[in-house]
């Protein structure tokens, strides 16, 4: 294309107007901003009534980061898991679609044992239902687990601008969503992995909306949006709901000295009785499912049966896993967080300076200075509370050894409207300084979008390298991709046999089947040796055996001698 002539180099001697990177930098942001000006002051008045329409607004912000997501499929296919997470959660979409909550136990499972997938007394992933259920709805409705990723962003988005509506202005609340389409939609690590975040964020959208409307005017519907947005993240992250619990009651506290608003809310708390308890359990009947018991997590027999996930104690010695060397267990414990020695108040000081720095997932870069301008806003008891709540998940999380930022995805909306009720506290007393930033913020993730879209160009392939916290698939397994690739040009079932090397790095799993693993296509095993591995291929006559040797460069497929 002609136009992209100019950006084929960014040297001005080479390039057909003289322009170099720093030229090409300062061109955009001058003709972005013009553009903005013109377009802030002839739609400002259009964009306010629409505002206004909740539920066109509501459908608009859903559907704007799935149509830009889709748009880039070209470039950036729908990503292919790669962390062992990933596919427990998969796993556990899987046993969901099948209708049950367990699999019955493998006849040889020492040939299946992989990260966070239990073999006894059930063959079944250690993680809650709440993110294999939203990826197993979206699979059955549209044939791939991504789909349930793609409709947890959507409907994040659009609650986002629900959850703003009973905190702000109609306006700011659009301003919001769009920030969240932003920050959290095509580009975002939560849209293009399996680990979750958009899911337990739609939940926090609820918990948190709902809270100002039951205070000025409690209503069932309310009501039953706060209980499902509790359980939902009581089914996703039952240690970090914890904390939205004990957000939640402290949040109704000025209530008990308010006779008749007490009695109005003592009137819809049947309904959040009966949806929690639902929830409860739920989690009850999996644990019985799974561990055989009501009251052991499918986690806690993971951490007793190997060691992992960490311990929240800091001191429990884990039991290596099966498959795991002595110095491999031991390199894990470190990676996890074990410690020989208690947790001092140091460690955990350290430790919760050291995240400080993930926070900045959250925020656009110019977000900051409405960051500090929230400050302002600290007077009010309701925006103390909120910054009190995003200080307990904080605090809260970090007993844990690991972070990932789903941890604290139900405060995500609270990071939102801190971003919205700072630039509001900016545009007091300066309205062109809020509009500068919010110009800033969209002239960011214009940018970056443009670059994907136009993947493979000379221009993305020298800006891709400086992107900071987007996790669009351009740094998709090549070697998964690769391997899926060859066995299915390979005609009939398999039943492949997956060979480490001695110095292959174990996080890089591989052995990872469906629920049902007697239907799969592909079958895939631990190479236990010529002797053991008989016992299996007797067990599968019909299936082709392979040998998978993925520490090769690229990962080697053979027939199985």
Not at 480 to 502: C, E, H, S, T, W
Request: aromatic fraction near 16%.
């Amino acid at each position: 294309m002609f136009l992209f002539d100019f950006f084929r180099s960014f040297l001005p001697l080479h390039n057909p107007i003289g322009f170099g990177a720093a030229d090409f930098l300062l061109f955009l942001i001058a003709a972005l901003l013009c553009l903005f000006t013109i377009a802030w002051r002839r739609a400002g008045q259009y964009a306010a009534i629409f505002a206004e329409r909740t539920t066109w607004c509501m459908l608009l912000l859903a559907a704007l980061p799935v149509v830009l997501r889709l748009a880039l499929l070209a470039g950036h296919p729908v990503p292919t898991p790669d962390i062992y997470d990933e596919f427990g959660h998969i796993f556990v979409a899987d046993t969901l679609r099948h209708f049950r909550l367990a699999n019955p136990p493998l006849r040889y499972p020492q040939f299946f044992e992989t990260f966070f997938i239990l073999q006894q007394p059930t063959y079944s992933a250690i993680y809650p239902i709440g993110q294999g259920l939203a990826l197993a709805i979206g699979w059955t409705l549209f044939g791939t687990p991504w789909a349930g990723v793609v409709l947890s962003t959507a409907g994040f988005c659009a609650l986002c601008y629900w959850m703003l509506r009973g905190w702000t202005t109609a306006g700011w609340a659009l301003v919001g969503g769009l920030l969240a389409v932003a920050e959290f939609g095509p580009l975002c690590e939560w849209m293009n992995t399996y680990w979750g975040g958009a899911f337990i964020a739609l939940g926090g959208c609820l918990v948190f909306g709902a809270l100002p409307r039951l205070s000025s005017a409690p209503r069932t519907r309310d009501a039953v949006l706060l209980a499902l947005g509790l359980a939902i993240n009581w089914l996703t992250r039952p240690y970090e709901s914890l904390f939205l619990f004990l957000a939640v009651i402290v949040w109704f506290l000025p209530a008990v000295r308010i006779p008749d608003q007490l009695r109005r809310l003592g009137k819809v708390a049947p309904e959040v009785a009966l949806i929690l308890g639902t929830a409860f359990a739920i989690s009850l009947f999996q644990n019985k499912a799974v561990t055989g018991s009501w009251t052991t997590m499918p986690e806690s027999l993971s951490q007793y049966e190997y060691g992992v996930p960490a311990s929240l104690t800091f001191q429990a010695d884990p039991v290596p896993h099966r498959q795991l060397t002595a110095q491999q267990a031991l390199d894990y414990r470190m990676q996890m967080g074990f410690r020989s020695h208690p947790e001092t108040l140091i460690t955990y000081l350290e430790r919760l300076e050291y995240r400080v720095r993930y926070y900045r997932f959250f925020y656009f870069a110019p977000l900051y200075v409405a960051l500090f301008a929230f400050l302002g806003c600290l007077r009010q008891y309701r925006y103390l509370w909120v910054a009190g709540t995003c200080l307990l998940f904080a605090l809260g999380t970090n007993f844990f050894p690991a972070f990932q930022l789903h941890y604290v995805a139900a405060c995500t909306c609270l990071f939102v409207l801190i971003s919205v009720a700072g630039l509001q506290q900016v545009q007091r007393f300066s309205p062109a300084a809020a509009r500068l930033i919010l110009f800033l913020c969209a002239a960011q993730f214009l940018f970056w979008y443009t670059i994907h879209f136009y993947d493979g160009t000379n221009l993305a392939i020298s800006m891709e390298p400086y992107e900071t916290w987007d996790n669009l698939n351009y740094r998709n397994p090549e070697r998964r991709i690769y391997v899926r690739n060859q066995l299915d040009a390979i005609k009939g079932d398999l039943l492949i046999f997956v060979r480490y090397y001695p110095q292959h790095v174990f996080q890089d799993e591989w052995v990872y089947n469906r629920a049902d693993i007697n239907s799969s296509r592909i079958i895939y095993a631990r190479d236990l040796g010529p002797e053991e591995n008989q016992k299996l291929i007797a067990e599968y006559p019909d299936r082709t055996v392979l040998l998978l040797e993925p520490d090769f460069r690229p990962p080697r497929i053979t027939s199985y001698e």
